[in-house]
């Protein structure tokens, strides 16, 4: 696994909770099949937390402050390129091509040293 894929993780089950939110009840013949959904959408939520605070924790090790926002914006918070450019006050190009492998670049030596 790329330090990009492990980064990723929270952002690909957020997605994959969303999506089975977005599933209308209705479809499901009766209440238990509703309750084991519900209750797996909530494992799943649990999984989101924990896979969160692992890179969360990850992150913090990072010495930049400007690669830890730039990190936590994407990874935490999932947020396009184009707003982290805009809250961080840097062109897009100078996120996505500069900072974002410098960030990336941290976050395996992080993972290396642990």
């Not at 994959?16 to 009766?30: G, S, T």
């Not at 909530?42 to 924990?50: M, P, T, V, W």
């Amino acid at each position: 696994m790329t330090t990009k894929e492990w980064l990723q993780r929270g952002i690909e089950i957020e997605e994959e909770i969303a999506d089975l939110q977005a599933v209308n009840p209705v479809v499901f013949l009766d209440e238990i099949n509703v309750a084991v959904y519900e209750q797996n959408i909530k494992n799943r939520i649990g999984e989101l937390y924990k896979i969160k605070n692992e890179i969360l924790q990850t992150v913090n090790q990072v010495e930049s402050a400007t690669l830890r926002r730039l990190l936590i914006k994407r990874y935490i918070q999932n947020l396009t390129w184009e707003k982290i450019a805009e809250q961080l006050n840097y062109s897009y190009k100078h996120v996505v091509h500069i900072l974002h492998p410098k960030a990336l670049s941290a976050i395996k030596r992080v993972l290396e040293k642990d």
